[in-house]
């Protein structure tokens, strides 16, 4: 008996922490809305949430991807997009301009690849009756890292004396 209740705890226990990982990890969406900025006369984009901007445990979101769009004014927004990681993406965004009617009226796409930590700008021509705009994120990927023939080389040591350490364990002791 007691052995079937320190079974079926042993499972319960199991399956938590199981779920509770799965919940910790998220995959993020492909595309989402970055930045939105104003209001028409019938309400202003609609803004359900910024892409990644949902947290996990009240912690700050972890997305590498962020944006702003600002009306500079004489016919100008200025669109942002900014990798706060430490790794390389290649994005793929578009400014959507509205009226105050929220009629789409210019889309502009852009494709930009971003180096850790940097944050590039882009001065976009308004439609004359833009009101406001929507910085909307199409796509994204991380650029893997190539490793060095020196890191290559570290690796392949490592993993020769763990199959060493290994066939050990294999052969009779003596």
């Known amino acids: ?3 079937i209740l320190l079974l079926a705890s042993l499972i319960l226990f199991s399956n938590f922490i199981n779920t509770y990982a799965e919940e910790q ?4 969406p492909k595309s989402g809305l970055l930045a939105g900025s104003g209001s028409g006369a019938f309400g202003g984009t609609e803004i359900d949430g910024v892409w990644g901007d949902d947290s996990i445990d009240g912690k700050e979101s972890s997305a ?8 500079l004014g004489k016919g100008n927004w200025l669109a942002r ?3 706060s ?5 290649r994005v793929s965004v578009v400014v ?3 009226s105050n009617a929220n009629k789409k009226l210019k889309s502009t796409p852009m494709t930009l690849t971003l180096k850790a930590g940097e944050t590039v700008e882009r001065k976009i021509k308004a ?3 833009t009101a406001h705009c929507k910085l909307q994120l199409r796509n994204w990927k991380k650029y893997e890292k190539k490793k060095s023939s ?3 080389n570290a690796e392949i040591s490592k993993k020769e004396e763990e199959l060493r350490a290994l066939k050990e364990q294999l052969s009779p002791t003596k």
């Open 25 to 28: 990890v998220r995959e993020l």
């Open 96 to 98: 959507e301009q509205f």
């Open 150 to 152: 020196e890191e290559l």
């Open 81 to 83: 997009v900014t990798n």
């Open 1 to 3: 008996m007691k052995r």
């Open 85 to 89: 990681s430490e790794d390389k993406y």
């Open 127 to 129: 439609s004359q009756s």
């Open 64 to 71: 590498p991807i962020g944006g702003s769009v600002s009306n």
